[in-house]
């Protein structure tokens, strides 16, 4: 791994992994190759391939029923916005979520200001995608003032959800086959199944190929 500092106008790509740098220099990055994602962590630049269509799937799935709530459902209307692919931003870190949720905002959120409420991650294969999200931005999102983190395990079928608040944190892990409402977004049940099958498919006609 690098630790040669970033350079001014540099273009990100699978090479600049390890690179350091501060989230200022960061956030002023405008080219990089874009068959890669880029994480800030503690100062250093992670670099990752792009989602799989058996995490983008379900994910758009999800946002697609989110937005049917917004709009039909009697108390959709507690759902700002959601926004797939949206950066956390930490004093050293920028995490990449699948997914950001905001609620109870009673408007449209501003990005780069409104700590979203809920964040999402679909779970890659490997242990090194389970530690990340499992472990490293569990305790990121909760530093970043986030009220709650679900985690769509395909491996498991599990929803995992850690709870955020003042007196700690808690945690629920929801296998297949059951239901979860979150207080955050009443009325709207978690389509675990949905999303399970989605993920399945989409990996059946991959190994087709």
Not at 27 to 56: F, M
Not at 119 to 134: M, P
Request: aromatic residues 8%.
């Amino acid at each position: 791994m690098s630790t040669a500092a970033a350079e001014p106008d540099l273009i990100l790509g699978q090479d600049s992994a390890g690179l350091r740098m501060t989230p200022k220099e960061f956030d002023a990055i405008e080219e990089y190759d874009e068959n890669y994602h880029y994480e800030l962590v503690d100062g250093v630049l992670v670099v990752s391939p792009i989602p799989l269509p058996v995490e983008t799937g379900p994910n758009e799935l999800l946002g697609h029923l989110l937005l049917i709530y917004q709009e039909d459902h009697p108390e959709g209307r507690d759902l700002d916005y959601t926004l797939p692919q949206q950066y956390i931003r930490l004093p050293r870190s920028r995490r990449l979520a699948d997914r950001v949720i905001w609620t109870g905002l009673g408007r449209m959120p501003k990005r780069n200001r409104d700590v979203p409420t809920i964040v999402v991650e679909f779970v890659s294969r490997g242990h090194r995608n389970r530690q990340r999200d499992y472990v490293d931005k569990r305790k990121d999102y909760k530093r970043a003032g986030i009220k709650q983190y679900w985690i769509i395990g395909r491996f498991e079928r599990t929803i995992t959800v850690f709870t955020y608040g003042a007196t700690g944190s808690r945690k629920q892990v929801i296998p297949e086959g059951k239901t979860y409402t979150s207080p955050l977004l009443p009325g709207f049940v978690v389509p675990l199944d949905r999303l399970l099958i989605a993920a399945d498919r989409l990996a059946e006609a991959e190994d087709q190929e």
